[in-house]
């Protein structure tokens, strides 16, 4: 892919840049070389991402150019006049400790004017982070398993109805998606759920629906998430569905909010691993999300 040079220049942190410095918006083609960046910090991003995170935000990303040469990347995606969430903070290996990750972090803060700010950071960069006014709000933890085992299905009310996301009406999807996120992502979701290499099921109930949660190919492996349920049974039955439809003996990632213990239970029910946590973290007001339904993240990435 060709990739244009153009791109929206942040001048006021640039007049204190080191010689050579540029940060700008990256094109899309660039964020596919982030995308591989994260894959290579063991992220494990999902193998068609790249839509979904373009969709959300097309001026949510940025990157730092040394000479010319793509050093360092982060996102800024905005969704809407009153949230943001921040993820993709890497840097060059070579070129860390230099100042030039933190000047590509005063461009992003910058971006993002006064809106509240989420982001799933590292453990280790908590203390950093606090520095520029973000609150831990709870632990994000992820588990890994292995498909291809058994587990005993749950039984649900015989008037719940599974079925694939897409036949379900969106705004009535978007809806429920909104319950769990801070801030509406119409345009993401959409893209979403249709990505190649990846499954999205609804569970309704008189009409109304009480469970949603999709998988999807990454590097390695498959990841669940989201994964809502207005009770845990649903939210099992919803992973168990999904899990079946995956070639046997690969790994599958959940990520789940700590504070809702039944996702725990669900995860450790399942004989999964914990193989890595993040912090969430707010500047601002905290959002008032229900977590307590939340049985796995969509994206530590986006939120």
């Known amino acids: 892919m060709h990739c244009h040079p153009a791109g929206i220049l942040f001048d006021r942190v640039m007049q204190t840049k080191p010689a050579g410095y540029e940060i700008r918006v990256m094109k899309k083609c660039e964020l596919a070389q982030a995308i591989d960046w994260a ?10 991402d790249l839509q979904s995170f373009w969709a959300a ?12 040469e793509p050093i360092a990347s982060i996102s800024a995606v905005k969704y809407g006049d009153s949230f943001a969430f921040v993820g993709f903070y890497i840097v060059k290996q070579e070129h860390r400790g230099s100042g030039y990750g933190l000047q590509l972090w005063h461009a992003a803060m910058e971006s993002l004017g006064k809106r509240v ?14 520095k520029s006014g973000f609150q831990l709000a709870y632990r994000n933890v992820r588990y ?23 036949e379900v009406d969106f705004t009535a999807l978007h809806a429920y998606d909104r319950q769990f996120f801070p801030a509406d992502r119409q345009a993401f979701l959409q893209s979403w759920i249709s990505a190649d290499d990846s499954e999205f099921l609804c569970v309704s109930q008189d009409g109304e629906i009480s469970g949603f949660g999709g998988v999807r190919k990454c590097r390695d ?3 669940i998430g989201p994964l809502y349920a207005e009770r845990s049974e649903i939210a099992e039955s919803i ?23 039944f996702a725990v239970q669900l995860a450790e029910s399942l004989g999964m691993q914990v193989v890595f946590e993040t912090a969430r973290m707010y ?11 939340l049985y796995g993240v969509t ?3 986006l939120g």
């Open 221 to 223: 492996g498959y990841k």
């Open 299 to 301: 994206s530590f990435e």
């Open 57 to 68: 935000d097309s001026t949510g990303f940025l990157m730092g150019f040394l000479d010319g």
């Open 39 to 48: 894959a290579a910090e063991g992220w494990n991003p999902g193998l068609h």
């Open 144 to 166: 890994q398993g292995k498909t291809g085992v058994e587990f005993p299905v749950p039984l649900i009310d015989m008037s719940a109805v599974m079925v694939p996301a897409n």
């Open 117 to 130: 700010l989420g982001l799933d950071g590292v453990v280790e960069q908590q203390e950093n982070y606090k």
């Open 239 to 261: 992973l168990d569905q999904l899990l079946r439809g995956l070639p046997a003996g690969e790994n599958f990632y959940l990520d789940v909010p700590e504070p809702n213990m």
């Open 283 to 293: 500047r601002g007001a905290m959002p008032m999300v229900d977590f307590f339904r």
